[in-house]
């Protein structure tokens, strides 16, 4: 599961070309899909959060619901300070890093390990957060790195950025080799942005607005992820046999999308959605929305000067993000 992406590594290729490419044939089933409102058993509750910082908010969700992850900001008198979040059921732990600023959790699994990316003295820093300590990723020699998703046995995927090209590499931190980095072989330009249980990864290539979505077996084979008439691509998150991402129509208004990774086939969604993460049963979230099969529900607690945002689901259909009423707090919907 990823979430984040909230700063989302996408880029890719044409679809059409890199399917020909590869040879492979593309699904042409599509779904239409209506919008309702949110059910009443639907409720949003405030995560726990310290009161003396700035804002709060809550970025990931691991899959058995059990463990969220986020970030907030505490302002002193001279810089600020930044913490990370983790919640335990409802029991809250402030995470500070001496060095590390811009905290932002991209992933966290069912054993409560939290990715995610930061910066230190004006570097860009991927870090991983395991038993109350942090542990920088090791990465490639002339290479910034960013990470998107953590899988349950705790293999990671990310990016690199060659300093020198500036071309990107797909990379993967094995949870079976602790301090090593490989570089996957992957599309050209090519950005993971979600990792299954299984070891299917996610994600889009090439260059800036003209992307391919790209999906890589545990086998290494590689196959697209497109829609026949689309253009460019981007694959947001997967979870089980689910992908989601956002695909360029000429002539169509729906370029929300939905993959069924078991055999390519596709559903469009309510192009209102933000889009930010999926889970094991295909329930989509993003922005004010979540979407449940082919209907779109807005979820409770938005309204006049009121802004929510949903950044992650568990497989459970719990649902964490964050409420603006005044101030930033991190907020959980249930029964969604």
């Keep these: 599961m990823t979430h984040t992406a909230r700063h989302r590594m996408l880029a890719g290729t044409a ?53 969220v992850a986020g970030a907030a900001l505490r302002v002193g008198e001279n810089d600020n300070q930044y ?32 990715i995610g990316n930061g910066w230190e003295n004006g570097s860009p820093r991927a870090w991983r957060y395991r038993d109350g300590q942090f542990v920088q990723l090791p990465s490639p020699p002339s290479v910034d790195v960013s990470v998107s998703a953590i899988n349950k046995a705790g293999d990671i995927v990310g990016v690199g950025s060659d300093n020198a090209s500036g071309e ?7 949870a ?21 249980p299984n070891g299917t990864i996610v994600g889009s290539a090439g260059e800036f607005a003209n992307w391919t979505g790209w999906v890589r077996r545990p086998n290494g084979r590689i196959k697209p992820l497109a829609v026949p008439g689309g253009g460019s691509t981007e694959v947001y998150a997967a979870a089980g046999h689910w992908a989601v991402g956002r ?33 094991a049963k295909g329930v989509v ?8 099969g082919a209907t779109s529900r807005v979820l409770p607690g938005g309204g006049e000067r009121i802004n929510i945002g949903a950044r992650a689901i568990s497989d459970t259909g719990t649902i964490v993000g964050w409420r603006n009423a005044d101030r930033v707090t991190p907020v959980r919907w249930t029964g969604c």
Excluded at 20 to 28: K, Q
Excluded at 176 to 196: M, Y
Excluded at 285 to 292: L, P, S
């Design 247 to 279: 695909v360029s129509m000429v002539d169509a208004q729906a370029d929300i999308v939905r993959w069924d990774l078991r055999d390519g086939s596709y559903t469009f969604l309510d192009q209102e959605m933000g889009l930010d993460d999926v889970n």
């Design 176 to 196: 079976d080799r602790p301090g090593t980095v490989e570089v996957l072989d992957a599309p050209v330009n090519a950005r993971p942005s979600g990792i299954t």
């Design 15 to 67: 679809a059409g070309l890199l399917a020909a490419s590869l040879g492979v044939a593309l699904s042409s089933t599509a779904t239409a899909a209506p919008r309702t409102s949110a059910t009443s058993a639907c409720t949003i509750s405030t995560l726990p959060y310290p009161a003396d910082t700035y804002r709060a908010e809550a970025n990931a969700i691991d899959p058995s619901g059990r463990f």
């Design 285 to 292: 979230v993003g922005g004010d929305r979540v979407a449940r």
């Design 168 to 174: 990107y590499v797909a990379l993967r931190w094995p």
């Design 83 to 114: 913490l990370m979040l983790l919640w335990d059921g409802q029991r809250l732990t402030e995470v500070e890093a001496p060095g590390v600023s811009g905290f932002d959790p991209a992933d966290i699994n069912e054993s409560g390990i939290v």
